[in-house]
């Protein structure tokens, strides 16, 4: 069974950085993509970053320069590098697996940026 476990969320001053990592219980080129999104509040799940099995990436435009995704394949890991952080930052960030048949979900870590 596929499990993807997150952590590294907390709480920072705006202007500060986060690193979340998402622990996949198998290899993550197990996956066509893997990524990050977030949920706040009374807003739906966005996509904040992605990483292809090839190693191609997707931001959203919100975090462009101040997020950066990446992966260690050895550990079966994917991180996303929180730069620069933002009160409008502050959500619920959740690992994603993508793969033909399905797409996998942790539990989600959350991330709350103080002004």
């Known amino acids: 069974q596929v499990q993807l476990v997150e952590s590294g969320g907390g709480l920072v001053q705006s202007g500060g950085s986060l690193r979340l990592s998402c622990l996949a219980s198998?290899?993550?080129?197990?996956?066509?993509?893997m990524g990050w999104y977030r949920q706040a509040p009374g807003k739906q799940r966005e996509l904040v970053a992605r990483i292809r099995r090839g190693g191609s990436t997707d931001y959203a435009d919100s975090v462009k320069g101040r997020f950066t995704i990446s992966r260690d394949s050895a550990k079966n890991t994917v991180y996303l590098q929180m730069n620069s952080l933002k009160p409008e930052d502050t959500a619920a960030y959740y690992c994603?697996?993508?793969?033909?048949?399905?797409?996998?979900w942790g539990q989600g870590t959350q991330v709350t940026v103080s002004s």
């Open positions: 198998g290899s993550i080129f197990n996956f066509d993509a």
């Open positions: 994603n697996g993508d793969r033909l048949g399905g797409q996998f």
